[in-house]
């Protein structure tokens, strides 16, 4: 299995910061790596696929990089309502894994 | 837009069959993959397999000897079941529809509580 690590597991930031969260993958990947934001007691929404797409309807302040075995989502702009927690997932191989979240505070 | 909704029931007692389905709708079940995703509470997730209209699927091996995932076309419908459950199956329970390779569309999710 490919184990995903998110750093850090939870980081407070003010409006109009700009984040950096981190997903090293346990092996090297060819980069189906996504990015999903999750709100208490909803349902994960995609907000970045293949490492660095930007879903539809997602905003630009929204971005993702990486390749091989470290991938990054930048959070710029930072909005009261990326208040959330964010996980990153690997679809290389099966099983499909998820890092652990990283919970983003809005100070 | 494709809508997903589980259903099924939200109280299972240690060592039965847990069983859940996911109607699909807004396009035909035949144009993605369908995976169930679980979360148990306050905890991360975890993917427990996949199924393609065809019937092909995979399972993660954490589950394998006790997942079985299903489709029924003619109700654009899968389904999921989980034999033998125990206390460490509660869990918010998700079906999601893959495209490409990263799960585009996710259902509300629904909370199974394995309890006597």
């Known amino acids: 299995d490919i184990q995903m690590t998110q750093s850090p597991s939870s980081l407070s930031a003010s409006v109009g910061d700009r984040v950096t969260i981190t997903c090293r993958a346990s092996?090297?990947?060819?980069?189906?790596l996504n990015w999903y934001q999750q709100t208490p007691g909803k349902p994960p929404k995609l907000l970045i696929y293949a490492a660095s797409s930007l879903q539809s309807g997602v905003p630009s302040r929204f971005s993702g990089s990486g390749s091989g075995t470290d991938f990054a989502l930048t959070i710029n702009n930072l909005q009261p309502e990326d208040s959330a927690t964010y996980y990153c997932q690997q679809s290389d191989n099966t099983p499909y894994t998820f890092g652990q979240g990283t919970k983003l505070e809005i100070k | 837009q494709v809508q997903l909704q589980e259903s099924g029931p939200g109280l299972v007692k240690p060592s039965e069959t847990l069983s859940l389905t996911c109607t699909v709708s807004g396009d035909s079940i035949s144009n993605y993959y369908w995976s169930w995703i679980r979360q148990p509470p306050g905890k991360g997730l975890e993917w427990i397999g996949y199924?393609?209209?065809?019937?092909?699927?995979d399972y993660n091996p954490s589950f394998k000897s006790r997942v079985t995932i299903s489709v029924d076309t003619s109700k654009n419908q899968f389904s999921l079941k989980l034999t033998s459950v125990t206390a460490a199956d509660t869990a918010v329970y998700y079906c999601a529809g893959r495209g490409g390779w990263s799960f585009h569309y996710w259902g509300q999710g629904t909370l199974v509580t394995v309890s006597s």
């Open positions: 199924l393609h209209y065809s019937g092909s699927t």
């Open positions: 092996q090297t990947m060819s980069g189906y």
